[in-house]
């Protein structure tokens, strides 16, 4: 492993004031530091975000060779890609600017990468912080796991002859998705391929409800139109896959709300309006009516 000489880092920016040198200090803490780093920025316009951005620029202390681009307000797939351009490495990693990594992070997911040749791209468990508290267990996996769920963070190390072979970000994307669509690319260009997980949380990622990737979620549909719509030929060839996996997601939803309803029942606790309707009129052909009939037998 020359991980040192392999791997080159693209950290995305727009108007992130001091979390984009957060960002950058993640990456000179690495056991195993990049060749180099470039911040991508997609048309700062903050004051504030600006004079860090030149602080950081002219800071000779920096431990890693750093370089940072500038653009119009483009959208994030624009500034991945006007950053991966700039790289050479065979190995790059891409991070948010208003996220950071553990100090194991580049080491931890290379040794996967090394290991597995056919392994496209990896990355790790994430630790939320913000408004929200926990860790997440993404799972990558092969095409077929990812057409039901987003199976990878953004944050993550890919192989650059696959970002070549894909053709990028699709830069159309300015609403979210853009890394779920990314992954999907990757797989299809190069077959028989998956992404690797490193069960660690090692990626600190930070939450807060007017995110973009939040925020993505009110156009959910929407999105799945376009990347289903873009990926169809992939759809068709997995669909038992497609459709059982977001059968799980919804089950696995459903049995937990049941849980919590029942719970309050037997506790005396009072149901949400949402609740109550759902009890008058439960859904059906969706396991809506059964778990409905499961509620009020446990309440008996």
Not at 260 to 271: D, N, Q, W
């Amino acid at each position: 492993m020359n991980i040192n000489n392999d791997i080159e880092a693209v950290i995305t920016s727009f108007n992130q004031k001091s979390m984009i040198y957060d960002a950058v200090q993640s990456l000179c803490r690495q056991t195993s530091k990049p060749k180099r780093i470039i911040i991508a920025d997609d048309g700062t316009t903050d004051e504030a975000s600006v004079k860090i951005l030149n602080e950081i620029e002219a800071d000779r202390k920096i431990p890693v060779p750093l370089q940072i681009i500038r653009q119009a307000n483009s959208g994030v797939s624009a500034a991945r890609n006007a950053g991966i351009r700039q790289t050479r490495a065979p190995l790059i990693l891409v991070l948010d600017g208003d996220d950071s990594l553990e100090a194991t992070f580049i080491e931890e997911t290379c040794r996967l990468l090394y290991g597995n040749p056919s392994m496209i791209a990896a990355s790790s468990w994430l630790h939320t912080f913000g408004v929200l508290e926990a860790t997440v267990h993404p799972a990558g996996g092969d095409a077929a796991a990812f057409l039901s769920r987003n199976c990878c963070p953004a944050t993550h190390i890919f192989r650059r002859e696959a970002w070549q072979k894909c053709g990028g970000y699709d830069e159309t994307m300015r609403s979210g998705f853009e890394d779920w669509d990314f992954f999907l690319n990757m797989l299809e260009a190069i077959p028989d391929t998956y992404v690797g997980i490193v069960e660690k949380p090692l990626i600190n990622y930070r939450t807060a409800p007017a995110s973009p990737n939040i925020k993505s979620m009110e156009k959910r549909l929407e999105l799945m139109r376009y990347m289903i719509k873009k990926h169809i030929n992939t759809y068709k060839e997995h669909i038992l896959d497609a459709v059982l996996g977001v059968e799980a997601i919804s089950m696995a939803r459903l049995y937990g709300w049941e849980s919590e309803m029942i719970h309050s029942k037997l506790t005396g606790e009072s149901l949400s309006h949402l609740s109550n309707e759902f009890m008058e009129n439960p859904s059906y052909g969706d396991g809506g009516m059964a778990s409905a009939v499961r509620i009020a037998s446990a309440r008996r």
